[in-house]
């Protein structure tokens, strides 16, 4: 009867078939490493590309679709109005629908907490400017709007070193807002509407001006945080 067989001739005593292991490695087989397709960045990664961050692009690219129908002739076609004030709204509705898919799905980007609010600002900002040229609505309100939205992108622009401040329940808000009375302003709707477009626009301006106070305050904070850490 043979004796026990000794690791000298090359069978781990454990039973394991040799070949089975790289030569010289310790690690078991399923060592948890990144294989094949694995996101080696971990759980939290998630691709750029995805429906969210698709969706975001698109309402920036519907901009200028937008703008051509609303300038169509004269800028007061009926049929053309109505096309121009479908194609905001469906613009409008993207921006609901990118966010809900990105947290029901875990598809949160910095490129979509970055891209996101300047599709808003494109959109919001191609219909005010759109709507004064057609004298339809006072340049007043597309400046203050206007400044407000362009000083708060330099701002995001300014702290993103320091971390991203994704858009707000406050601003999501005062998008709503907004949408709403541009929306009202550009459909052709009776003039029974008029103290109804201009109530939504006054709301929309001080929501405006208060959500772009309170991001400030944010992006001031999160410098200091960062300075102090």
């Known amino acids: 009867m043979s004796g026990p067989v000794t690791p000298d001739h090359g069978v781990p005593s454990s039973g394991e078939i040799p070949g089975n292991r790289p030569s010289g490695s310790s690690a078991p087989r399923d060592s948890g490493l ?22 975001t692009v698109l309402r920036i690219a519907l901009v200028p679709v937008f703008l051509a129908a609303l300038f169509v002739g004269d800028g007061h076609d009926t049929s053309w109005r109505l096309a121009a004030t479908a194609i905001f709204a469906a613009a409008a509705i993207t921006d609901r629908i990118d966010g809900q898919l990105a947290r029901k799905y875990g598809l949160v980007t910095d490129f979509g907490k970055m891209a996101d609010p300047i ?109 102090s850490a």
């Open 34 to 55: 990144p294989h094949g397709n694995a996101v080696t960045g971990g759980p939290d990664e998630v691709p750029l590309l995805n429906i969210a961050n698709v969706l």
């Open 119 to 227: 599709a808003d600002k494109a959109l919001i900002g191609a219909a005010l400017v759109g709507l004064s040229m057609l004298g339809d609505l006072s340049w007043w309100v597309t400046v203050i709007i206007g400044v407000r939205e362009i000083g708060i992108t330099a701002v995001r622009f300014a702290v993103i070193r320091h971390g991203v401040i994704p858009a707000g329940r406050g601003g999501k808000v005062k998008t709503l807002v907004q949408t709403f009375a541009i929306g009202v302003y550009l459909c052709p709707l009776p003039t029974v509407f008029d103290p109804v477009a201009v109530a939504l626009m006054a709301l929309a301006v001080l929501l405006t001006v208060y959500t772009g106070v309170d991001y400030v305050v944010q992006a001031v904070r999160l410098r200091r945080g960062v300075s």
